[in-house]
C-alpha cells in the first residue's frame, strides 16, 4: 500500500512537469513555393466548412428531386392561373385592384391624419426652439424706467445701466458656444423648411382625396383660372341636397 502511494506521488509530479515544460506548436504546412500559383494551401479547417456546405446543397436537390419525382400530375391550385412567368421569374398577380374604393379612402385620410400630426410636431419644436435661440446682434428690447433726483444721480445711473445691459458681441463669444448657436440657427431652417413640404405634401393628398369622393367636376381651363396658379384647379358641379 505504501508503495502504490509513492507511485501514484510520483506520476502526479511527471504530469504537472510535463504541462509546465512549453511545448512546441505544431503548425500546418504552408503552400510549397512551386504551387505558390495556385493561392493559399487549403487547411483542414477550410475543408470541413466547404464538405457541410456541399452536403448541405446536396441534400436540398436530393428534397427537390424526390418531390418532383412523387409529385400528382392532377394537382392544381388557383396560383398556377394567376400568376405566371416572364423570363424564368415568377411574377405575381397584379395588386392594382386589391383594395375596394372604400378602404382606399380610409387609407388615404389615416395617412393625411399622420402628416398633419407631423406638420404640428414639427411646428411645435420650432417654436421652442425659436424661444431658446436669442438674437446676438442685437439689443434686448425690454425697457427700465427709472427716476433721479437731479442731473448727477441720473448720468450716474445712465452709466450704470449701460455698463448692465451691454451685451457681447457674437466674435467675443467662445468657440463652442458660437459653433452650438450656428447649429441650432441651421436646424431651425431645415425644420422650417421640413413643415413648408409637409403641408405641400398635405395640401397635394386632400386634394387627391377630394377628387376621389362622388359628385360631378372638371378642370378648369387657364383662362377661367381668376387667381393664376401653377397647380390644376377643378369645380364641382353644384348638387342640391335633401
Given at each position: 500500500?505504501?508503495?502504490?502511494?509513492?507511485?501514484?506521488?510520483?506520476?502526479?509530479?511527471?504530469?504537472?512537469?510535463?504541462?509546465?515544460?512549453?511545448?512546441?506548436?505544431?503548425?500546418?504546412?504552408?503552400?510549397?513555393?512551386?504551387?505558390?500559383?495556385f493561392?493559399?494551401?487549403?487547411?483542414?479547417?477550410?475543408?470541413v466548412?466547404?464538405?457541410?456546405?456541399?452536403?448541405?446543397?446536396?441534400a436540398?436537390?436530393?428534397?427537390?428531386?424526390?418531390?418532383?419525382a412523387?409529385?400528382?400530375?392532377?394537382?392544381?391550385?388557383?396560383?398556377?392561373?394567376?400568376?405566371?412567368?416572364?423570363?424564368?421569374?415568377?411574377?405575381?398577380?397584379?395588386?392594382?385592384?386589391?383594395?375596394?374604393?372604400?378602404?382606399?379612402?380610409?387609407?388615404?385620410?389615416?395617412?393625411?391624419?399622420?402628416?398633419?400630426?407631423?406638420?404640428?410636431?414639427?411646428?411645435?419644436?420650432?417654436?421652442?426652439?425659436?424661444?431658446?435661440?436669442?438674437?446676438?446682434?442685437?439689443?434686448?428690447?425690454?425697457?427700465?424706467?427709472?427716476?433721479?433726483?437731479?442731473?448727477e444721480?441720473?448720468?450716474?445711473?445712465?452709466?450704470?445701466t449701460?455698463?448692465?445691459?451691454?451685451?457681447?458681441?457674437?466674435?467675443?463669444?467662445?468657440?463652442?458656444?458660437?459653433?452650438?448657436?450656428?447649429?441650432?440657427?441651421?436646424?431651425?431652417?431645415?425644420?422650417?423648411?421640413?413643415?413648408?413640404?409637409?403641408?405641400?405634401?398635405?395640401?397635394?393628398?386632400?386634394?387627391?382625396?377630394?377628387?376621389?369622393?362622388?359628385?360631378?367636376?372638371?378642370?378648369?381651363?387657364?383662362?377661367?383660372?381668376?387667381?393664376?396658379?401653377s397647380?390644376?384647379?377643378?369645380?364641382?358641379?353644384p348638387?342640391?341636397?335633401?
Open positions: 500500500m505504501q508503495y502504490n502511494r509513492r507511485f501514484v506521488t510520483a506520476v502526479l509530479k511527471m504530469s504537472s512537469l510535463r504541462n509546465a515544460i512549453p511545448r512546441k506548436a505544431h503548425k500546418e504546412r504552408a503552400q510549397p513555393h512551386s504551387r505558390k500559383r493561392g493559399i494551401l487549403e487547411k483542414h479547417k477550410d475543408y466548412v466547404r464538405a457541410k456546405a456541399y452536403h448541405k446543397k446536396e436540398a436537390l436530393q428534397k427537390l428531386k424526390e418531390k418532383a412523387f409529385r400528382n400530375p392532377d394537382e392544381f391550385y388557383f396560383k398556377m392561373i394567376n400568376t405566371k412567368t416572364v423570363n424564368g421569374v415568377h411574377k405575381l398577380e397584379s395588386e392594382a385592384n386589391k383594395y375596394t374604393p372604400e378602404e382606399l379612402m380610409l387609407m388615404k385620410t389615416q395617412d393625411i391624419g399622420y402628416i398633419m400630426q407631423k406638420v404640428q410636431t414639427e411646428k411645435k419644436k420650432i417654436e421652442k426652439l425659436t424661444a431658446t435661440l436669442h438674437s446676438l446682434g442685437n439689443q434686448p428690447s425690454n425697457r427700465h424706467v427709472y427716476y433721479a433726483e437731479d442731473r444721480e441720473a448720468k450716474e445711473i445712465n452709466l450704470q449701460s455698463r448692465v445691459g451691454k451685451l457681447p458681441a457674437f466674435e467675443d463669444m467662445p468657440m463652442h458656444i458660437r459653433k452650438e448657436t450656428a447649429a441650432s440657427y441651421r436646424e431651425l431652417e431645415a425644420r422650417k423648411s421640413r413643415v413648408a413640404e409637409l403641408e405641400k405634401l398635405y395640401m397635394d393628398m386632400a386634394m387627391q382625396k377630394e377628387l376621389q369622393k362622388k359628385g360631378k367636376k372638371r378642370k378648369l381651363r387657364e383662362d377661367e383660372i381668376v387667381t393664376p396658379t397647380k390644376p384647379v377643378f369645380k364641382w358641379r348638387e342640391r341636397k335633401r
